[in-house]
């Protein structure tokens, strides 16, 4: 299956990705597995640069990004996406407003630390939002990002 079938049928649910997992797998899996696991994250967030973690993750096209805009099923999947990342960060959305739970903690969020492969996450997930015509979640995330490190330091 091309590039562009494989990423449009994993993000209807549809197919699976380079692991044979669905996305429905993914987003039943622990904090500690999104934590130690570093090859999902390019199947959830497609950009149109291959990373440096994951050869086999699909990349986004321009054709996947007209997937993304004609079909709100699999924008929907994204923010379904985005709400597990946002609960492994220690923070919540309600329609495009996100924000800090209340457990929220540099003890348990290790990506309240400076430095990290975490903050490659953050940035991916915002530019995959902005890219997959989700632009106000991705500008919702990158405020609530910037505005959470003026309050608990030090990430940059």
Known sequence: ????????????GEGIDH??????DIWALSPFWL???HDYIQWLFPIPEAGRFNAFAPLLTSVVQAAFEGD?????????????MLDFFGLAREG???SAQSTLSIQSHIWLKAGGHNHLRITRLIRSLFLCHQP????AFQRAVI?????HKPPS
Request: charged share 30%.
């Open 1 to 12: 299956m091309a590039n562009d079938a494989r990423l449009i049928a994993f993000h209807r």
């Open 19 to 24: 692991k044979g997992r669905y996305l429905s």
């Open 35 to 37: 934590e130690h696991t």
């Open 72 to 84: 709100n099923l699999l924008r929907q999947h994204q923010q379904r996406s985005l709400d597990v």
């Open 96 to 98: 495009n407003a996100i």
């Open 136 to 139: 106000e979640l991705a500008r």
């Open 147 to 151: 505005d959470i490190s003026d309050t």
